[in-house]
């Protein structure tokens, strides 16, 4: 029997999320084509390319069709997955649906349809001619269903098998081990309260990009942790903070999921799905306001074994939940099938 084929265009970048979804795919025992979609443009290129974007139209969306009608007459998929929707205009879609009757055609983002690069009219017109979207963030499902008028699919976040080994630091690793830990791009609120942590002498240290723009932060600040780093940080910390992007409505993310995983507290911004997915004070920790998130980082520095159990049960529930990119997109092709048979 032959495997099933997929055509991925999406970042592919070493140890991103896009990297563990591909990955996740081929071990369900898909035959994945990737094509890498910051091959045709990322950020911070030229002017004339970020216009096309922002408008929707230019030579960029004549080289993605062209690479993607190859693509298909060559591989010949049943799936074509895109995540890097700002790429593929009406046009676009409409060739590769009249070409390929049969190719379904999935939108997947485990970004918010809120944020700025799919906040494009173009975009948002040519959604109804997706098979399937798929999204992890709630909050934008009655958004979507202004636009698409067919199967929206719901899935958390997922985490990798990774996330649930323990890390141990050789002697020039020492960096990677803290008492607070935060990891994630610099945004302006989330610096506020990091700011007002470090004025309060909180043992914190930070990972991510663009921190090192900023003077206040450069001595706080360690790098980006890619790869294995990343899990090495947040095996090793004693507690890992968890901000959301408040901008889109974020009520989770993925390190809502991963910093649990790794045996580490998490404390988190307080929500409804970080309550729904994890008992408060049992299995994870929320704050409400940069004051009660001061309070709870001293207490439970204070009370080792108290942070500790909690940490160990919040690793329980993971397990408990099964939510790896493996699962859950077994769980997204079970929809997908369930719906097109």
């Known amino acids: 029997m032959s495997l099933k084929r997929i055509i991925y265009f999406g970042p592919n970048i070493k140890g991103s999320t896009t990297e563990k979804r591909i990955n996740s795919l081929k071990d369900l025992k898909f035959n994945v084509n990737i094509l890498d979609s910051c091959s045709f443009y990322r950020l911070r290129s030229s002017v004339l390319k970020a216009v096309q974007i922002r408008i929707g139209i230019g030579p960029i969306y004549k080289k ?31 060739k590769l649906k009249k070409n390929n009757p049969r190719l379904k055609i999935i939108f ?10 799919f906040q494009r009219a173009f975009f948002l017109k040519s959604l109804y001619l997706y098979d399937f979207v798929i ?9 979507y269903k202004k636009y698409f008028f067919k199967k929206i699919i719901f899935s958390y976040q997922g985490i990798d098998e990774k996330n649930f080994l323990d890390y141990s630091l050789s002697a020039n690793e020492d960096h990677l081990k803290s008492e607070v830990v935060f990891v994630g791009d ?4 989330r610096a506020e309260t990091i700011k007002f942590l470090i004025e309060a002498d909180v043992p914190i240290k930070i990972f991510g990009f663009n921190w090192d723009r900023y003077k206040f932060f450069r001595p706080f600040y360690f790098g980006p942790a890619m790869a294995d ?19 889109v409505g974020d009520t989770y993310t993925t390190r809502s999921l991963e910093i649990p995983t790794s045996g580490t507290l998490l404390l988190a911004e307080e929500t409804e799905d970080h309550k729904n997915l994890f008992k408060e004070n049992k299995e994870a920790v929320f704050f409400k306001n940069k004051n009660d998130l001061l309070e709870k980082i001293r207490y439970y520095l204070s009370n ?33 099938n369930s719906s097109t048979n």
Not at 310 to 330: C, E, F, P, V, Y
């Open 186 to 189: 610099y945004g302006i609120k």
């Open 64 to 94: 993605v069709l062209s690479k993607i009608l190859k693509e298909i007459d060559f591989f010949k998929p049943e799936y074509l997955i895109i995540e890097a929707g700002f790429l593929f205009n009406t046009e676009t879609l409409v």
């Open 108 to 117: 997947l983002t485990v970004d918010s349809i809120k944020s700025k690069t």
């Open 304 to 336: 080792n074994n108290e942070r500790q159990q909690i940490a160990k049960s919040g690793r329980k529930k993971m397990r408990q939940l099964d939510l790896t990119w493996k699962s859950n997109l077994k769980k997204i092709f079970f929809e997908i």
């Open 135 to 143: 999204t992890t963030k709630s909050q934008d499902i009655d958004i």
């Open 229 to 247: 780093d990343y899990y090495k940080v947040l095996n090793n910390a004693k507690i890992a903070l968890c901000f959301l992007n408040i901008e």
